[in-house]
């Protein structure tokens, strides 16, 4: 447990002088009233009073006279001053004066931020002239100057020049020898302190020290490494700390600008960290006796000594560079999983921010570069769930705002000054909106004051360690506290990021270990604000698609449960369809691009999600079209056929079923099925469409059948897609350019199609005739016998008979049939001469048979199923149906719990309409399911059941099938109609009483 703040016996004091110290009026008994709760808590928690006093002693050691004897190396009488040793033992927790060297007499030490006395800002904030006196009033805060803070340290008579002397030669014959006792070592220790307090006025003590300042780190090293790890049974380390205060506040730091140093620094940190917890400490005493010394107490003042070492080192720096080396080396602390590391990391960082609010006199340039974090570790540890570690992180926050004004009010200059103060305004409104325990209980209340003082670098600094706090295992801080400051402050800031790239960097490797739903929501949700800014779309875009596909269930998440504002939906999805399109304008012969893959499989996942449902029906024909290019481009390519950048997969196999057409063909199956086109889906999965498109010979029938379909059953969005294709035929390569012609040929059935301008449809289909390319012939017949239909149209067409009858002989089979289709239309307007060479021409072909045949299978059935199950679609394209069907059996059956475990059986058929069936029945009939049922057998079974399936039913499909399981199915319309079961089964588990039970 860490030691109290503000507070250590006289004897600290004292032993930094050779005679008597003089008493500090700011010298407090220990009865003396602690107003600040801060004290009070670190008082109850870890003041030494809690421990009965020792004896008293027989005398000080360290006193005047004792330094006089034994500075001059007389040692008449060893057992003597063993025996005074001892008694310091017994002194440690004596009954003294406590000495409180960073509070002023006026200073209750109240972390009142009620900010009374800035009315003015309400009544005129542009008035406000920024001042020192201002930024004190603000945190509640007095001024007081480092001379009349610490003039008790220095307030001593002065020391004979003999006593110098013989003080010198003490400490001198220390660095040519050894310590081997611990009066030896607490006897070099306060000779040393003694001589640092004759700096000021004494050049013989300013040269020796300033030249054996390596030799005096060097045993100090030693003497921490001889300190035990685990147990606390000597007072030399706390005497270490004192003697580098004791220096420090003569600006002599023994801790700063050498690598020596820094290692003495982090060695005495962690000596003093580490140690166990108090309580671990105390049942160490019972088992192994330390003589006369009460380790409680003992630990207490040892502690304080370190915090107020730490004060020392603060006090006169003006630069800030001094608090940025100690915060390098608390902040592992800070972050420790240990709670009593945690707690004496913040204590000492509390009192060092209370130190330096009090005394703080900056000066550019200032070299603090890490406030960001800082603020943000502060915050999080205000969120900690050891109560001790939350209120001492309050306090230091406190102090850190305070800071963060005076700071920033050295920096702005006056150009910037409006800004400071409008930030200071919002300060104060929050700050009188809530009491100090409700603010610091808070951390998105906290983010909200901190934003407006951050810069860019220091705003991106607090998102970095708020997301390395939502790793449990690294940082103590709840989730929650972490989840909290970082949606608050990219709400508030976002705008201001500038390295948006590493936080996404950040934020997707840490997906993987935040389990919380809650916590994982507001991660997904600071990806959203990033990505709805137009600012940052593409960036956050692009970074996404620089990672593995298919997207593990992580990266899938967020792509399906983007959470944007409705204005954004259409820019987001634009810019993601964008990225492939602009794929489509590439060479085909060289390497498919990866970005072209993964924004096909991210729009997959977005179109499963539905998050963006109002945009994909807005973007839907410009999505189709992009898609059935990339189907196109995807024909017959491997992985190995994209440009997948260099260790992108390191230590990750790739399934030989991964392909840039199987990602495509998914992604344009749930888009039809997200834009409610079930119809035109059913008709695809019904004549082998799917599989046509996959075809290179047949890809042209799958986009055929599907224009066709689509024309059918949603003639207003066959019209939108045509209207997009007049630009896009002329755009791309050769794939591209039949993708889009072959879609916009069959549109022109449309009756609309006549609107066209004719240099849109007779002109470019005319061109077409000339092609080089027999598709673009053939596509050009078929769109003409489309178009011939129409009387006003036919006058255009008929000038077009001596390119059809040249087409009667060419040797490709369509493109002949399709020729005389259109010929025959026109027969009875052509003249004698043109009759005769069409004849000429098509007697040779009388020989063959050309024709279509229809077959109609029909099966008598010998039973006759009840007309309120029979549905001739299928069900999942005819939801009323089925749910006709569903209340049937949840009327007439019985013990339908078992009827649910009958149907998951069918839900591993190798089929997919049966397992797609099978599925639904399950969602629907849990409407009529008796509640009673449920809640004896409950529904984990329906949610977790696993079924086996043999692999070689169903290539690419799981070898373990549940519901849970389905959400990631390759098959589209399985995911969501899984996605709609496995709801109403949760639904049914959570609320059981709320269903009513059909008799049966």
Not at 264 to 270: P, Y
Request: net charge neutral.
């Amino acid at each position: 447990m860490p030691l109290p703040y503000r507070g250590r016996g006289s004897r600290l004091a004292s032993s930094r002088v050779a005679s008597t110290s003089v008493h500090s009026p700011r010298r407090a008994g220990r009865g003396a009233p602690w107003s600040s709760h801060a004290l009070r808590l670190t008082r109850r928690r870890h003041s030494s009073e809690q421990v009965p006093p020792g004896p008293e002693p027989q005398a000080d050691f360290r006193s005047g006279k004792w330094l006089q004897e034994h500075a001059g190396g007389d040692a008449r009488d060893s057992q003597q001053t063993a025996r005074a040793g001892m008694g310091s033992r017994h002194r440690i927790c004596s009954q003294e004066e406590v000495v409180i060297p960073c509070d002023s007499d006026n200073d209750s030490g109240s972390v009142d931020l009620q900010l009374s006395n800035l009315e003015d800002i309400k009544k005129d904030p542009s008035s406000l002239e920024l001042t020192d006196s201002d930024i004190f009033d603000i945190t509640g805060l007095s001024q007081e100057s480092f001379i009349d803070s610490f003039r008790h340290l220095t307030q001593q008579g002065p020391v004979s020049e003999a006593n110098v002397e013989r003080l010198i030669q003490s400490i001198q014959e220390v660095f040519n020898g050894e310590l081997q006792s611990e009066f030896e070592k607490l006897t070099f220790l306060r000779s040393l302190s003694s001589l640092s307090q004759t700096l000021p006025y004494d050049e013989t003590t300013e040269s020796f020290i300033h030249s054996h300042i390596t030799d005096i780190v060097h045993v100090l090293n030693m003497l921490i490494e001889e300190e035990p790890l685990h147990s606390l049974f000597s007072s030399v380390r706390q005497e270490v700390f004192i003697t580098i205060a004791n220096l420090s506040y003569q600006d002599i730091h023994l801790l700063f600008g050498s690598e020596d140093r820094a290692d003495l620094f982090s060695l005495i940190t962690k000596s003093i960290i580490t140690l166990p917890s108090v309580e671990t400490l105390i049942q160490l005493q019972e088992i192994m006796p330390s003589g006369s010394y009460n380790t409680e107490c003992l630990y207490r003042q040892t502690f304080q000594a370190f915090s107020e070492m730490l004060q020392s080192l603060v006090v006169k720096d003006p630069h800030l560079e001094n608090l940025d080396t100690i915060f390098k080396q608390m902040d592992p602390w800070l972050q420790s999983t240990k709670d009593h590391e945690r707690e004496r990391a913040t204590a000492s960082m509390a009192q060092v921010l209370k130190c330096l609010s009090r005394h703080l006199s900056l000066k550019l340039p200032l070299r603090f570069q890490r406030l960001g974090h800082f603020v943000a570790l502060m915050a999080l540890l205000c969120g900690d769930s050891v109560t001790e570690v939350a209120e001492e992180a309050a306090e230091g926050m406190h102090c850190l705002l305070h800071v963060t004004l005076r700071l920033k009010c050295t920096i702005y200059d006056k150009k910037n000054h409006p800004n400071l103060r409008r930030a200071m305004k919002k300060c104060q409104e929050l700050l009188e909106l809530y009491s100090i325990k409700q603010f610091y209980s808070c951390p998105f209340k906290i983010a909200q004051i901190f934003e407006a003082f951050l810069n860019s670098n220091e705003l991106f600094q607090f998102v970095m360690t708020t997301l390395d706090g939502l790793e449990n295992l690294k940082h103590p801080c709840t989730q929650k506290s972490a989840g909290e400051l970082l949606i608050t402050m990219v709400k508030n800031a976002e705008s201001r990021f500038e390295k948006v790239p590493e936080i996404m960097g950040v934020i997707c490797a840490r997906l993987s270990i935040i389990s919380q739903p809650r916590v994982r929501r507001q991660i997904i949700n600071t990806v959203s604000l990033f990505i709805s800014r137009p600012k940052y779309t593409d960036i956050v875009i692009g970074h996404l698609l620089c990672h593995p596909v298919p997207y593990d269930r992580h990266l899938a998440e967020l792509w399906r449960t983007l959470e944007v504002e409705l204005p954004s939906t259409t820019w987001i999805l634009w810019r993601l369809l964008r990225k492939l399109q602009k794929c489509h304008n590439e060479p085909t012969h060289e390497k498919m691009a990866y970005v072209a893959v993964a924004a096909t499989d991210a729009l997959y996942e977005v179109f499963v999600g539905n998050r963006l449902q109002a945009a994909t029906f807005r973007l839907f024909p410009q999505l189709l079209m992009t898609l059935l290019i990339q189907i196109h481009h995807s024909i017959g390519l491997t992985m190995s056929d994209v440009a997948v950048p260099s260790g992108l997969y390191t230590g990750q196999e790739m399934s030989s079923e991964v392909t840039p057409l199987c990602f495509a063909i998914q992604a344009t199956k749930s888009l039809l099925l997200r834009t409610l086109c079930w119809q035109e889906f059913n008709i695809m999965e019904k004549n082998k469409g799917w599989t046509l498109l996959e075809g290179k010979e047949c890809h042209l029938q799958g986009v055929s059948l599907l224009a066709n379909a689509l024309l059918e059953r949603n003639h207003l969005l066959a019209q939108k897609v045509m209207y997009l294709l007049v630009p896009l035929l002329n755009r791309g390569n050769d794939k591209h350019k039949l993708t889009s012609a072959g879609f916009f040929v069959e549109l022109l059935q449309s009756p609309v199609a006549r609107r066209l301008p004719s240099i849109y449809s007779i002109v470019r289909l005319k061109d077409w005739l000339h092609h080089g390319n027999r598709v673009f012939k053939f596509l050009a017949l078929r769109g003409l016998r489309y178009l011939i239909k129409h009387q006003d149209m036919r006058e255009d067409i008929r000038s077009l008979l001596p390119c059809i009858l040249d087409l009667l002989c060419e040797t490709d089979e369509k493109i002949v049939l399709l020729a005389i289709q259109i010929l025959l239309q026109l027969v009875g307007t052509m003249d004698f001469t043109t009759l005769t060479a069409m004849m000429k021409t098509l007697f040779t072909l009388f020989g063959d048979e050309s024709r279509q045949v229809l077959t109609i299978c029909a099966q008598f059935l010998k039973w006759k199923l009840p007309q309120e199950v029979y549905c001739k679609d299928p069900w999942y394209i005819s939801p009323s149906e089925a749910g006709t069907v569903c209340k049937f059996f949840g009327k007439k059956c019985q013990g339908k719990v078992n009827l649910l475990a009958q149907t998951l059986m069918f839900s591993k058929n190798a089929k997919l309409p049966i397992r797609r069936a099978a599925v639904l029945f399950v969602g629907l009939l849990l409407k009529y399911v008796d509640c009673s049922e449920l809640r004896t057998k409950g529904t984990d079974w329906i949610e977790n059941e696993i079924i086996s399936i043999d692999l070689h039913l169903q290539p690419g499909f799981c070898g373990h099938l549940d519901l849970k399981a389905l959400l990631h199915d390759p098959e589209p319309s399985l995911c969501i109609i899984a996605s709609q079961a496995l709801f109403r089964v949760q639904k049914v588990g959570a609320e059981p009483d709320s269903r009513q039970s059909i008799p049966g």
